[in-house]
């Protein structure tokens, strides 16, 4: 479904991503790893265009993609089908919850303004925060608040969601309903891409684990094996400081 090719991005003279080669199936749960400042972000902004890169093609169900060299209504179809999820929940503070979720399907989507509020509306009930519509991010906790930018993701119906570390500005006790939501959003197939530190639910919901190091794929491979018998040194040494005493140990 989605075939990226010779992904490179470049800061400052140094390659930040470095000729990324990546393929995901359709309904696949792919979960990136890997110490900070090694591109996963600017891996998942790039495939949205948030970023562009000095090279790399994307080729996306139907639709190919110079992401190097592109038009603006290249970057809008692409847009259509790559939903983002920021870690900073990134919501219109001056909008409540419903119009959050509306507001892409009005500006990009075009659709009337009634029915797309009423989109809204269900997307809210189906993610439990029917009785939230009318509030704005002022007053929603940061669990409520990244449910409803998980809400405006799903909005699109997106080929593939996107999540950049949607748990890391999270207060412990809000983690769970944001996971559980991930995880339900899995259970129906959605193909996501997710950069996390959450290695529980790289565990129990991921079908491939991608561990990054240096702006390049190291190793990857279904969570069983490469959480408890990664191959290269680099992926055991990072799994022994976030699993001190398990992973990569043995």
Not at 96 to 109: C, F, K, P, S
Not at 202 to 224: K, L, N, S, T, Y
Request: glycine residues 8%; charged residues 25%; proline residues 4%.
């Amino acid at each position: 479904m989605i075939k990226l090719h010779n992904l490179t991005k470049i800061y400052n003279g140094q390659a930040v991503l470095n000729n990324i080669e990546l393929e995901i199936k359709k309904g696949e749960i792919v979960v990136i790893l890997g110490p900070s400042g090694t591109g996963k972000s600017t891996l998942l902004r790039c495939l949205n265009l948030l970023e562009t890169p000095e090279e790399g093609t994307l080729d996306i169900d139907d639709f190919w993609i110079n992401l190097a060299r592109h038009t603006d209504k290249e970057a809008i179809a692409l847009r259509k089908r790559t939903s983002f999820v920021f870690q900073n929940y990134a919501l219109f503070a001056n909008k409540t919850a419903r119009d959050n979720i509306a507001e892409g399907l009005i500006t990009v989507w075009k659709r009337p303004r009634q029915e797309a509020r009423a989109e809204a509306l269900r997307i809210l009930a189906d993610i439990g925060l029917a009785d939230k519509a009318d509030a704005y991010p002022s007053s929603l906790s940061g669990g409520q608040q990244q449910r409803v930018g998980i809400g405006r993701a799903m909005a699109s119906h997106a080929k593939v969601m996107l999540f950049d570390e949607p748990t890391s500005a999270l207060d412990p006790e809000w983690v769970e309903e944001v996971l559980g939501l991930m995880k339900k959003l899995a259970l129906a197939h959605q193909t996501m891409v997710v950069v996390t530190h959450e290695l529980g639910f790289a565990r129990d919901v991921a079908d491939r684990v991608i561990f990054m190091d240096g702006g390049r794929i190291v190793e990857q491979g279904p969570p069983a094996k490469l959480l408890t018998n990664p191959t290269d040194p680099r992926t055991r040494s990072f799994l022994r400081k976030v699993l001190p005493g398990q992973a990569g140990d043995a």
